[in-house]
């Protein structure tokens, strides 16, 4: 008698069965899906929100590739928006008034060497897509880790000012308009870009004093002033990051005084510094308290202060961070509210609007957000990879 084998069935003849009975008990589900168009491209608002904030990723592990999110701390979901590249060391700025998005960017034939260009890219806010890009002559802008002082857009909107360093100092004036640049000017021994007038821009310089110029509608400087000595590079200097209300910048030093500075055109008024550490008997911390981070400034819209600092700090604790915020009000000259934070953190921002919220970047990179009426911690935005969120830039 013959034997009837059974053969076993290979497991690639069930797919049909699987698919099909599959496709049965999805057919309905599937049948109630609307048909998304392709391509499908989403809009941003041609101005954006003032509760929005932009957040700019210094890329440390893989500098060609930072990149600047923009994001809605007040969202309780998708609360980044879009993103824009800004490539090794870059500095970033903004025109809501022109609806545009600026990111100074260096690039290198081979990666990360070979020969070196440097660009203006300029973004489309909406749309987020590339409106120009503008090489800038002499690859001279400067590296270093972001900060707002780097790129400034003048108070009336026409000019672009791009801080250089090679190691010589200056400052390209990039014409928004003609989309060049159209003059540089030479700052021996001093740094950086503060908005000065409507049409002009100081910066700090080693010997203690200010620079400033006005320009005229070329960009070639009308006027030039310099400032009495007043920050004390070797006792106590003032930290280049700054708050603004109206004319006048607001720096702090490293021992806890607040330095006004009024950049209203012509000649630069130093203003009356005031003593943090006068009003620490209204706080939970010692007189050892010091402002400490790296952007370690902002204010709000009422033209209140905020300075991150750090509890029993010592000489050289300057960038290590803070564990609270201290609310100064500079018409009364003194400390009026604290807010405690979750951690150690690095950089602080005040959104606008009317749910206005503190935002601050902690030790691990991420946003912590905090409700700025109540200084309770409300949540925490990152997950974006291995970022370093070290500016942050509220929409104005």
Request: charged share 20%; with cysteine.
């Amino acid at each position: 008698m013959s034997k009837i084998v059974k053969m076993p069935t290979h497991p690639l003849r069930l797919v049909p069965a699987l698919m099909a009975a599959m496709c049965a008990l999805l057919g309905v589900s599937l049948a109630q899906l609307p048909v998304e168009p392709a391509p499908n491209v989403e809009t941003l608002p041609e101005k954006y929100p003032s509760s929005w904030l932009f957040a700019h990723d210094l890329a440390f592990y893989a500098l060609a590739t930072g990149r600047v999110y923009i994001v809605d701390p007040t969202a309780k979901t998708s609360d980044v928006h879009g993103m824009v590249d800004a490539a090794a060391f870059a500095s970033f700025s903004y025109s809501q008034d022109r609806g545009e998005l600026y990111v100074a960017e260096t690039f290198y034939t081979r990666g990360m060497r070979g020969d070196r260009t440097d660009f203006l890219t300029i973004y489309d806010m909406a749309t987020l897509a590339i409106a120009a890009q503008v090489e800038l002559p002499g690859a001279k802008r400067s590296l270093s880790v972001t900060q707002k002082a780097a790129l400034q857009v003048t108070r009336d909107g026409e000019f672009l000012l791009i801080y250089n360093f090679t190691p010589a100092a200056s400052v390209s004036i990039f014409d928004l308009n003609k989309r060049k640049v159209v003059n540089d000017i030479q700052i021996p021994g001093c740094s950086l870009i503060y908005p000065h007038g409507d049409k002009g821009f100081a910066s700090f310089c080693a010997d203690g004093s200010m620079i400033a110029f006005d320009l005229d509608e070329n960009g070639k400087p009308l006027n030039e002033y310099r400032t009495v000595k007043f920050n004390d590079i070797d006792a106590d200097p003032l930290f280049m990051k700054f708050a603004t209300d109206d004319d006048v910048a607001y720096f702090v030093s490293y021992k806890g005084f607040v330095q006004p500075v009024r950049l209203a055109g012509g000649e630069p008024e130093v203003l009356d510094r005031m003593y943090l550490g006068g009003a620490v008997r209204q706080t939970s911390y010692g007189a050892g308290a010091r402002p400490a981070g790296w952007q370690v400034i902002t204010q709000d819209r009422s033209g209140k202060i905020y300075v991150l600092m750090r509890p029993d700090a010592r000489d050289g604790d300057h960038k290590s961070g803070g564990s609270y915020v201290w609310v100064f009000d500079p018409k009364s000259g003194r400390v009026i509210r604290e807010i405690a934070l979750t951690g150690n953190s690095i950089s602080i921002e005040v959104t606008g609007g009317r749910n206005s919220k503190l935002v601050a970047t902690n030790e691990a990179m991420f946003l912590d957000i905090y409700d700025l009426k109540s200084g309770a911690h409300e949540r925490i935005i990152g997950g974006w990879g291995p970022a370093n969120p070290f500016a942050l830039h509220a929409v104005q």
